[in-house]
Structure formats: structure tokens, C-alpha cells
């Protein structure tokens, strides 16, 4: 097992930079590209949820929370903003708070889709934890045998 901790300002520009240190992190389980694309697509989408949504119009801190274990790599990004009322219409596709802008929503959406396991655990006023694990080497093992 091993495990890395960030925490950074929620700025933009800070969304590239976990991105690429999970990638980074990544890389000792030597994933293939998919994996590891799939991984940096949902690093992506959370960080900017905390840093739009959790923090809206100020600013606080994102942490991520990586951890290795055999092949499977866990995630958890979380923020200590406004929280989300209702997580369970959240994760509906195509739910946003900010209908005016140009917001698919649909990140929650894509972190399911690319990860093996998700969750969101909210409370308003308190902050948003994701928590998302991607199985690693899944596919190698299934053509060997």
C-alpha cells in the first residue's frame, strides 16, 4: 500500500496540477493508458465540482487522498464549501445549480461511468467528499487467461 495526500487552493489553474500528480501517482501501478485516462477524467471533473460548485464566488481548499492497494486505486477529493442539498438529484444526469452557465451536468455522471466504484457524501454548509476506486490491470488479466 501507498497513499498521498494534497491540498491546494481552490483555483482553477489547480485542476491541471492534481490531475497530473494523481497521474503521476498512478503510474507506480503501471496502468495502461485507458486506465490512466480514465482516472485523470474523473480527477478532473471533481476537482472543478469543488472549485465551482463547493466554493462558488470565494475560496477554500481542495484536498485529494490517493491510495494504492494491490491493483486498485482509491480516490477521495473532497471540499469544505456549501455542500449539496440533495445529493440523490445531483447525480442525476444533466443536474446543475448553474443552468445560466455553461454547465453539462453531467460530472458525476462521468466519474460513475469511468471509475469501478463511486460515492458522494454531502452536507450542506459542511463540504462534498467523492470517493471513487478504479480497479488496475483488470483488462491484462482477463486476456491472459
Known amino acids: 500500500m501507498n ?19 494523481v497521474a503521476a501517482f498512478l503510474l507506480t501501478m503501471n496502468p495502461t493508458l485507458s ?8 480527477v478532473s471533473e471533481a476537482v472543478t465540482n ?7 464566488d470565494a475560496e477554500g481548499w481542495v484536498t485529494v487522498r490517493c ?11 473532497s471540499d469544505e ?8 438529484a445531483a447525480l442525476q444526469p ?3 445549480t448553474l443552468p ?4 453539462s451536468g453531467m460530472g458525476f455522471t462521468i466519474m ?20 471513487m476506486s478504479k480497479a488496475i490491470g483488470e483488462r491484462e488479466e482477463r486476456n491472459a487467461g
Open 3 to 21: 497513499e498521498m495526500i494534497l491540498k491546494f487552493p481552490s483555483k482553477s489553474e489547480n485542476e491541471v496540477f492534481a490531475r497530473n500528480a
Open 35 to 42: 486506465e490512466l485516462s480514465d482516472v485523470k477524467t474523473a
Open 50 to 56: 469543488c472549485i465551482v460548485h463547493g466554493y462558488r
Open 67 to 77: 491510495r494504492t492497494e494491490k491493483d486498485v486505486f482509491r480516490i477521495e477529493i
Open 81 to 88: 464549501g456549501k455542500g449539496i442539498e440533495n445529493v440523490e
Open 94 to 96: 444533466f443536474f446543475t
Open 100 to 103: 445560466g452557465e455553461e454547465r
Open 112 to 131: 460513475q461511468t469511468f471509475m469501478n466504484e463511486f460515492s458522494v457524501r454531502s452536507s450542506p454548509g459542511m463540504g462534498t467528499t467523492v470517493l
